[in-house]
């Protein structure tokens, strides 16, 4: 049963036999996906490595509406971008996205060139924002093609996360994209619970919400891990292996200081940067990678100390695993002297801190023991913000993808939603 409160975009049920749909479509529906922190594993992990990711509680909200002007209207406002094409312009473009009913498939280099020409994108074109277009388009044509529908809708996304920051603003974005796409066609149901505020979907939908969100990643990242957006479909604490998602259970709440350095940075330039390395110089670099595989079990294996045994010997060593990466990070050629800075300061307050995400730029992690001293920390905020930099307290996982109930939305998100609740078509 369905509850007053939920405001309902695409309601699917399944009743009596599998394949008996009963399909209403109503007002709108409500969507958010988690950022993550990479606590270790961040490049190995495209190259086949262990990494260990844990959602963020900074959140990427999108709100969907089917509507019948035969339009679709894409509003992005953390980028200051308002896009919207007739249904029937996006029509032209079924020769790259021709009815398909296989599963998601890999963008061609073919779909990605006729997008671009659509979008009026220079083929060489760096701008990773466009990408957040480019990446829609893909989503939407091809889950069309799938499911033999191009619908006319209203879609904005708004973040809470710095995009381009390391903190999967990316994968956040494709995986609410995914999943609202996904249950306008019905192609996933509309998982809202009596008296809840917000809801998730089944094992088997969230798979699929993830390959596709895996889809959208690899228009905005070129060669993605998928560690991102499956922390952005199941939250949490992830071990994340070649494709192979186990959850971390009993992971300890773990304290952590995020740092912003604001320096940007572009995830696909920074990894095809990492692979040209080792292709260059494979027996030098590969075993740096196979000790970042080590690193990202020895932390695991910590981790499971901390909790059953916690002891101050445990810090230390993740403080070390630490100090460890961050060297070895430098060593891919993903360091920044924006980094170098933040770990220099942090370590003069005692604190130790890795990149995490990319890295170029981007965001810190500083790992804050149970018993640190409020001074210390507070100490090494204002030092980190007299350097420019940005820097909040978090703790570690967050849940993967959910659908909102309007009204129980903090009122900020709230307010974004009805700044734009008249964007101009
Ligand atoms: N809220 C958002 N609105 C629109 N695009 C977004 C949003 N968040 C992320 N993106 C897209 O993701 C890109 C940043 O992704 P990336 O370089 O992988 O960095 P990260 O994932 O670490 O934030 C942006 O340039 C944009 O294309
Ligand atoms: C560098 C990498 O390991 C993580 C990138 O994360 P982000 O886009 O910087 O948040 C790439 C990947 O796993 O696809
Ligand atoms: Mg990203």
Redesign the pocket.
């Known amino acids: 049963m369905v509850r007053k409160g939920w405001n309902l975009g695409s309601l699917v049920c399944r009743v009596g036999s599998p394949g008996f749909y009963l399909k209403m479509l109503a007002q709108e529906s409500i969507v958010s996906s988690p950022?993550?922190v990479?606590l270790h594993?961040?490049?190995?992990?495209?190259h086949g490595k262990v990494?260990l990711a844990v959602g963020l509680n900074l959140r990427t909200f999108l709100r969907i509406r089917c509507s019948k002007h035969g339009k679709v209207l894409l509003n992005l406002p953390n980028l200051g971008t308002c896009l919207n094409w007739e249904v029937a312009t996006l029509q032209t473009l079924k020769t790259a996205f021709p009815a398909d009913s296989d599963g998601p498939k890999s963008p061609s280099p073919e779909q990605i060139a006729a997008l671009k020409v659509f979008v009026g994108i220079a083929s060489e074109s760096a701008d990773t924002e466009n990408l957040a277009v480019l990446a829609f388009l893909y989503l939407y044509l091809s889950i069309g093609a799938k499911y033999r529908a191009l619908p006319s809708l209203e879609i904005i996304v708004w973040s809470e996360l710095p995009t381009?920051?390391?903190?999967?603003?990316?994968?956040a974005y494709n995986v609410s994209m995914a999943a609202a796409l996904l249950m306008a066609h019905g192609a996933v149901g509309f998982p809202a619970q009596e008296e809840a505020e917000s809801a998730r979907w089944t094992a088997e939908e969230l798979n699929l919400i993830n390959t596709w969100a895996f889809q959208g990643?690899k228009i905005?990242?070129g060669?993605?891990?998928?560690?991102?957006n499956a922390v952005g479909t199941w939250g949490g604490a992830l071990r994340?292996h070649a494709g192979k998602i186990t959850s971390l259970e009993r992971v300890p709440k773990l304290r952590i200081l995020l740092t912003n350095t604001k320096v940007p940075?572009s995830?696909k330039l920074?990894?095809a940067g990492?692979k040209d390395k080792v292709l260059k110089f494979p027996n030098i670099l590969n075993p740096v990678l196979s000790s970042i595989d080590a690193i990202s079990q020895e932390c695991e294996r910590v981790l499971k100390e901390v909790n059953q045994n916690p002891s101050a010997d445990c810090y230390t060593v993740l403080e070390e695993l630490f100090d460890i990466n961050q060297h070895h990070l430098n060593v891919l050629g993903?360091g920044h002297p924006s980094l170098d800075r933040l770990c220099q300061v942090t370590a003069s307050h005692g604190l130790h801190s890795k990149l995490?995400?990319?890295?170029g730029g981007?965001?810190g992690i500083t790992l804050l023991r149970p018993d640190v001293d409020p001074a210390v920390v507070e100490a090494a905020k204002q030092q980190l913000k007299a350097c420019g930099y940005e820097c909040w307290e978090t703790h570690i996982g967050a849940p993967g993808i959910s659908l909102h109930v309007f009204s129980a939305l903090r009122e900020e998100v709230q307010k974004v939603f009805q700044t734009f609740e008249k964007a101009e078509l």
């Open positions: 950022g993550k990479i594993g961040e490049h190995a992990v495209v990494a381009g920051a390391g903190l999967g603003s990316s994968a990643e905005i990242h060669n993605p891990s998928g560690v991102d994340y940075r995830t920074l990894v990492v993903v995490t995400g990319a890295g981007g965001c």
